[in-house]
């Protein structure tokens, strides 16, 4: 059976006018090849699809059944035409990426959202992975895209990698603990106190051994969460000194505990990364500016937020300053003391 298109448009162009002269006027088509591709389309099925008399035509209960189930295909063919037209011009149609839980109840909603405003119909969903399982979703295709955060650089011949924001790892804490009445805290001043940071599906806890062993510390148990609501619960019941990364992008850790910066520096990177030789679908292509340009935008308001904190007189540019705990609330209210073990 050889049946084009073209014969199944006409088809029911006629179907629906019941004439085959405001079929080919809709169409623009002449009306002799309009009862050309009607008379092709019945030999190519071997029924009688219409009755045609001088004054009308009328589809037969053959071309009536064919007509109702043809006429949902197209519409469908026509839909699926579209949306791939749309995800081509970079405004329609559905982009997946892949993030850790942590990012994904912080930033990358942001990221969701500055989409949604950029490109109402373009859809952005996301899949909660660990960091492992988000690399090999990009790598495997089963994703546009990714957000992943490192410790150290990612070393990869299939992925490509966008630095996007560089996030400091703090020491989080009640205001009434000790560590809490200094500017910073020294790695080395951690070792007399419980620890709680988030596991590896975050990628912090690389960050944190490997600032362990930069600073001549020994490896030791660290309790794991897989959100930072369960870390911050813990040191707000006096159940260790908290681990986090602590500026805009991350969740904030809450008016009962305050954050002191990790010295020396230890930072996790945060990136956006796709397959390596081959490029993102415009609509993709769309949906990873927005979330670059997130990164930016929000690094550049944790700055001059820093800066108004630490001096209102002040007035510089954004860039000539660095996210501190400045931009964080201290706590009005005590929370529970830690003791030493």
Request: charged share 20%; hydrophobic share 45%; aromatic share 4%.
């Amino acid at each position: 059976m050889n049946v084009s298109l073209q014969q199944l448009k006409v088809f029911v162009a006629v179907a629906r006018e019941r004439s085959f002269t405001r079929a080919a006027r809709e169409l623009d088509l002449t009306q002799s090849a309009v009862s050309r591709c009607v008379r092709e389309l019945e030999d190519a099925v071997d029924l009688k699809l219409f009755d045609r008399t001088t004054r009308q035509v009328q589809l037969t209960h053959a071309g009536a059944s064919l007509e109702r189930r043809i006429g949902r295909l197209l519409d469908e063919i026509d839909l699926t035409l579209r949306e791939e037209r749309g995800a081509y011009e970079g405004h329609r149609g559905v982009v997946a990426l892949a993030s850790n839980p942590v990012l994904s109840s912080s930033w990358v909603a942001q990221g969701l959202a500055r989409c949604a405003s950029a490109f109402p119909e373009l859809l952005v969903t996301v899949e909660d992975q660990a960091q492992s399982g988000v690399l090999a979703s990009v790598e495997h295709g089963e994703v546009d895209f990714g957000v992943v955060s490192l410790a150290e650089p990612l070393v990869s011949d299939q992925l490509h990698a966008q630095v996007v924001f560089t996030t400091p790892l703090h020491a989080v804490m009640p205001p009434t603990h000790p560590l809490a009445r200094h500017a910073s805290v020294a790695w080395d001043a951690l070792h007399d106190w419980a620890l709680v940071t988030l596991n590896a599906d975050a990628g912090v806890r690389a960050a944190l051994d490997r600032a362990f062993s930069a600073n001549g510390l020994k490896r030791r148990p660290v309790q794991e969460f897989g959100h930072v609501a369960a870390v911050l619960r813990m040191v707000e019941l006096g159940l260790g000194v908290g681990v986090l990364p602590v500026d805009s992008h991350w969740p904030a850790v809450g008016e009962s505990l305050v954050s002191r910066p990790l010295a020396p520096e230890a930072t996790l990177t945060t990136l956006l990364v796709h397959r390596r030789n081959r490029s993102l679908r415009p609509n993709a292509a769309a949906a990873w500016a927005q979330f670059a340009e997130q990164g930016g935008a929000l690094s550049s308001s944790s700055s001059v937020e820093a800066n108004r904190e630490a001096n209102p007189e002040a007035n510089t540019s954004p860039a000539s300053h660095t996210v501190s705990d400045s931009s964080w609330p201290v706590a009005a209210r005590s929370g529970a003391a830690l003791h030493e073990p």
